[in-house]
């Protein structure tokens, strides 16, 4: 799925102009929002837009991460004489991207929306700085997740509250043995149960792993969407799920092909272009935001998730057409700077 993806976005910066992809990401983001708010209020009623992960669980209106895209962009890259959209649109359309990430009221999407940030923050910053700050981010990441929230989450009426409080301890991989544990910390025991299964392989399984066909015994029947399952195919947890189905040898490609994007994409922001410089940092950031919530939802394989793979494989492939197209100009002594280059000007 991320190559199919990918290879997407590839595809489609041979057809398609860099404004043009930018608005249609705008769009998507702007007709899930809408979307999303009207079946909430549809099944719940307005109370939806006070309680909108109550409103999300009764309406299974999910959401989606479209809307986290739409709204970097009108923020970072509708300014200058590179513009998006005009001022009046594009503060409508940042309206409802937004609230289309409150509705999608998901913890996934969330820390996604943290990771791009930090990038972007990080970047613009010198490198005294940007570590600085990401020491002290790391610091407040680790404090949160040491927090003992047991009397907080007894007294807390927000449930959304209490699943983000929860978050930590429910992807803590360990053998929970009571049935009240597993169901709290499901995401945590299906991972361990995917580390046994992959540990009780042979030498080769440990290599290569199970092929996509492995299931996961879970040891007990569990209630998954209605049904029961004892044996599960997927897990929440996409690094785990790598290593059962295509062991340490897939797990590292895996991460070197991801870490080779990040790369890619943090070199081609070292332009001044402000405008490209931007776009290639949101890219910079998607590809580390993936790498993050690849531990607690499978985003490499989720198919939520794939309007990532195509703007990331858009960018990566748009920057390194200019790359080459920089090269070629070189090469018949054409006098050009790097940095002053606009790979993103259409």
Known sequence: MPI????????????????HFLKIIVLVGFFTSVMSVLISISKVGFGALLDPYSARIIGRAEGSPAPILGSLILLYCNSGPAKVFKRSYALFFLLFNLLGIYMAASRTYWIF?????????????????????????????????????????????????????????????????????????????????GMATYYNGQFHNLLIGRGLGQTIDLGLFIDLGGSDFKKIPILHNGYVYTLV?????????????????????????????????????????????LLVTNYSIASFYNVNMVIFSIFIGYYISFGQTAERRLLVKRKCNTSIDTRQLAIVKE
Do not use: P
Request: with cysteine.
């Open 4 to 19: 199919l993806f990918i290879a997407l976005g590839f595809a489609l910066s041979t057809k398609i102009s860099s404004m």
């Open 245 to 289: 189905k295509m062991g340490a040898f897939g797990l590292l490609m895996t991460l070197f092909f991801y870490l080779s994007l990040f790369r890619d994409s943090w070199r081609f922001s070292s332009i001044t272009n402000q405008f490209a410089k931007n776009i290639f940092l949101i890219v910079a950031g998607s590809v580390f935001g």
């Open 113 to 193: 929306l943290f990771c791009v940030l930090l990038v972007l923050y990080i970047r613009k910053l010198n490198a005294m700085r940007g570590s600085a700050l990401f020491a002290i981010l790391f610091c407040m990441l680790v404090s949160v997740a040491s927090i003992q929230t047991g009397d907080f989450l007894a007294k807390s009426d927000n449930s959304f509250v209490n699943k983000f409080m929860h978050s930590f301890r429910e992807i803590d991989i360990k053998d929970y043995k009571s049935d009240e544990d597993v169901n709290m910390s499901y995401r945590g025991f299906e991972s361990y149960k």
